[in-house]
């Protein structure tokens, strides 16, 4: 078992573009999350999915926008990059809402 | 407004002591409570869930507390070791259908 995967670890982009950050999970968990992590800010809910074919906005949403592609994989898009999404950048899963959640190892990115 | 508080200044103690760590929330009404672990660079890892109804929960050397009067828990760990050496996170549920994470306490213990 793999648990929790991100794609890519790092990345650095110009202002203005765009990306796609990739998650899986193979644990066959019901619920999923997208967090970013800013030196004394802690862990940022930016957007989840309750099951598969649901999504809510989380406390930092403006930026960005998700797809639960299906029951393993969620995936959050940046449209149009600016620094202040200069982050490393967290997915996890859980069997259900307010369980333990599993995280994934980061994707550290840069926008200058 | 709503506040998840913890010690932001790193603990620093020696092999073999109880490191004690705390987590204060205001204008919260959770349910459940989390504490995970972070080391540098990676994710965080689950340690222990507590609910609203549970006063204390223990796992091997970890031991949590609850006190929904107060609005507090306590994270223990006894007998601690250099690879206890983390970063601690608590978290507890909003009541909304969301996790809300403090910031977390860096804990350095020292051979």
């Known amino acids: 078992n793999a648990g929790v995967t991100q794609t890519p670890k790092f990345q650095v982009l110009k202002t203005g573009q765009s990306m796609t950050l990739q998650c899986a999970q193979d644990?066959?968990?019901?619920?999923m999350y997208w967090y970013r992590q800013d030196p004394g800010m802690g862990l940022r809910l930016i957007y989840y999915s309750a099951s598969e074919g649901t999504t809510d906005k989380g406390e930092v949403p403006n930026g960005y926008n998700v797809s639960r592609l299906n029951k393993r994989e969620f995936s959050l898009r940046l449209e149009s990059a600016a620094p202040s999404q200069t982050s490393v950048y967290f997915c996890a899963s859980s069997a259900l809402q307010f369980h333990e959640q599993y995280f994934g190892p980061g994707t550290r990115l840069t926008v200058t | 407004s709503q506040k998840i508080e913890q010690n932001s200044e790193a603990l620093n103690i020696q092999e073999g002591k109880t490191a004690t760590l705390t987590c204060n929330y205001t204008?919260?009404?959770?349910?459940?409570l989390q504490w995970y672990r972070q080391d540098p660079g990676r994710g965080p890892v689950f340690l222990l869930l507590i609910r609203e109804n549970e006063k204390e929960k223990r796992k091997e050397r970890l031991k949590v507390t609850f006190d929904t009067t107060l609005k507090q828990s306590l994270f223990h760990i006894t007998a601690s070791q250099p690879a206890d050496s983390a970063t601690y996170l608590c978290?507890?549920?909003?009541?909304?259908?969301?996790?809300?994470f403090g910031t977390g306490t860096r804990l350095l213990v020292s051979p």
């Open positions: 978290a507890l549920d909003t009541g909304f259908q969301k996790l809300v």
């Open positions: 644990m066959n968990h019901n619920s």
């Open positions: 204008n919260y009404s959770p349910a459940y």
